[in-house]
């Protein structure tokens, strides 16, 4: 009896997978799957289906009433084809692909059935676990797999030419799409090509076996698979008025810019740069900060209303409308938003519309807002609101709707970052004063400032102040951090090294934390060995990696860590790492400030991911999580539902005692910010 059996397929949709996600991909009436590689266990051999030549590459007709692995294994034959289609449906053996998700959502459409996450693992998850880059061939080359192991670079070429629709051209007799017939000799290579992907799976997967990650950690992105096969519905009408209308007012708005600087193309740097210069206000630089800055002060009119078009021209936030349009399924919902484990804390990240960074909604009347833009009342939206597209971006939230029959509950841990990383540090005041449920930036603020400090009263206006010390401060960060986040210039320049200086000196144990954190890492580095816990965190050193244990049980892994000396001669932790300016696998450098960083946005996320298991168990669905909130389309039968989460959310966690956490809820029929 086999007990794990890995998949790779190569498929065909005229939908792009890259810009509308796996479950529009499937969907497409075109889509098919090509080939089928497998192999069981620990087996050498690769099996590969040529499901073209055998005539099973489309997905069974739904209504035509034979049952798929009747179809299966007439029209294919043969006990290589029913081997492959046992084992895929057999519960008690456990399919292994890298991106899972993939797999899962295309042999479900193909089959019709649903394909339990339960029977399924992700190599590329266990991957991102350990630090390691999220595509096949950056992870073989990352373990230093040998060459006969890694991914046939051949493979994106052969993608491209049997996996998309093709030009129709008069050298391809006007076709629109190649099939193996059409260049037999590249569809044997595209049949290696999958039998290589499926040896380089296993090969991560048999390097990865001494870094198990835990069952409850696969439970979850189980729960997490759930959540992205069930997506989120959107207001499809809404979103379609907003994509017409601003392709309209986009026009609209060039002409203008053209008819006011005479320009050819105002939308080219150099021109526009030059127009401004010509006007009396050169500008090095035409972004978002830079209008704003112009803006604030005096110009002329003609300068004035140009930058206007361009900050509203700039708008890209209104884009993710079409993206919603071209990811969504025939039924009218959005799904696969999530990626499990994409950030190096464990927190998911965003696909498709990138939900964790949805423009925030500040709309005096949103409701009345999103009721015109619904209607598609355009010139009352213009007359009340403004420029079309500012109201566009703040409405992107509003586009995510409840299912028939529900409401959205909505709740999120108030503070979650603050509360965690004064729990680790064991920093009291803090902890007390959200036991206490008082402000934390007027008790920051408080402290800074050595005067009393409450919101919407008494020295009110430092709260601002605080608020900037907190987001900015709390990670060893200094007066370019505060630059940073001090995005409505609250804290006058002269006065940020003071305001460093008093933060670090109201917060002792959480400076005291940056320097363990970075002095055990260290220590654990160049002894190899586990060096002592600290405010229960834990930091081994093994198999060349920095592994650190947080207080729920879960593991960062640094890849490769070492130390090196800078041209100070300093001692500094470097790592292998996806480096977030270039995006590119190679070294990274880190210090005290960043591990705990990551450290409490793990035990955050660890927080929010106990939450959503018990809210799940209630029998809720869970459509959207972000960072530190969810979104349950709760029916609106249910009057409780708010007060049940909102409890959830505030129930103690057994490996975080004394952690002091509060659920902030509310009720509503779209999605925003309350």
Known sequence: ????????????????????????????????????????????????????????????????????????????????????????????????????????????????????????????????????????????????????????????????????????????????????????????????????????????????????????????????????????????????????????????????????????????????????????????????????????????????????????????????????????????????????????????????????????????????????TAAGDFDTLYTLFGETSYVFSELVRTAFIPSPSCRFVVSDFSAIEARCIAWIAGENWRLSAFKEGKDIYCESASRLFGVPVVKHGINGHLRAQGKVAELALGYQGGIGAIKQMDKNSAIPEEDMQNIVNQWRKASPKIVRLWRLCEDRAKLAIKSGKTASTVCGIKFRHSCGNLFITIPSGGQLTYWDARIKENAKGMEQIHYKGVNQTTKQWGDVETYGGKIVENIVQATARDCLATAMRRVAAKGYNIVLHIHDEMVIDAPVADKNAAETITQIMAEPIPWAEGLPLKGDTYETMFYKKD
């Open 1 to 372: 009896m086999h007990e794990r059996m890995s998949v790779d397929i190569e498929t065909f949709s005229s939908v792009d997978l890259i810009k509308s996600g796996v479950y529009a991909y499937a969907a497409s009436p075109d889509f098919e799957i090509l080939i089928i590689g497998y192999s069981f266990d620990d087996e050498d051999e690769v099996t590969v289906i040529d499901m073209v030549e055998h005539g099973i590459s489309k997905p069974l007709d739904p209504d035509d009433g034979e049952s798929v692995r009747i179809h299966w294994n007439t029209k294919a034959g043969g006990t290589v084809y029913k081997e492959f289609w046992d084992a895929l449906t057999n519960p008690k053996i456990i399919k292994t692909a890298f991106n899972a998700n993939f797999e899962r959502t295309c042999f479900a459409r193909y089959t019709g059935e649903d394909m339990p996450p339960e029977q399924w693992r992700c190599t590329m998850v266990r991957s991102m676990e350990l630090g390691l880059p999220r595509s096949l061939a950056d992870v073989g080359i990352a373990l230093g797999l040998p060459e006969d192991k890694l991914k046939d670079p051949q493979g994106k070429a052969l993608i491209r030419f049997f996996s998309k629709p093709c030009k129709p051209t008069k050298s391809n007799n006007g076709r629109t799409r190649n099939l193996p017939e059409h260049d037999p000799d590249n569809w044997r290579l595209y049949k290696k090509y999958n039998r290589q992907d499926v040896v380089t799976e296993k090969a991560i997967l048999d390097k990865l076996e001494r870094f198990p990650i835990p069952p409850e950690e696969w439970r979850l992105w189980c729960l997490d698979q759930r959540i992205n096969d069930n997506g989120v519905r959107l207001d499809i009408p809404m979103i379609e008025k907003i994509v017409e209308y601003d392709a309209k007012r986009q026009e609209e708005l060039k002409e203008e810019a053209k008819a006011i600087t005479n320009l050819e193309n105002p939308n080219s740097l150099a021109q526009l740069k030059e127009w401004l210069a010509d006007q009396g206000v050169p500008m090095k630089s035409v972004a978002k900060d830079t209008i704003a800055e112009v803006l604030a002060g005096d110009c002329p009119d003609n300068v004035r209303r140009v930058l206007e078009i361009r900050g509203a021209l700039g708008k890209t936030s209104t884009a993710k409308y079409s993206k919603m349009l071209d990811a969504v399924s025939p039924d009218g919902r959005l799904r696969g938003m999530f990626q499990f484990a994409g950030a190096r804390s464990r927190r998911w990240t965003g696909k498709i519309v990138q939900p964790q960074n949805l423009a925030k909604n500040f709309l005096p009347d949103l409701d009345l807002a999103r009721e015109l």
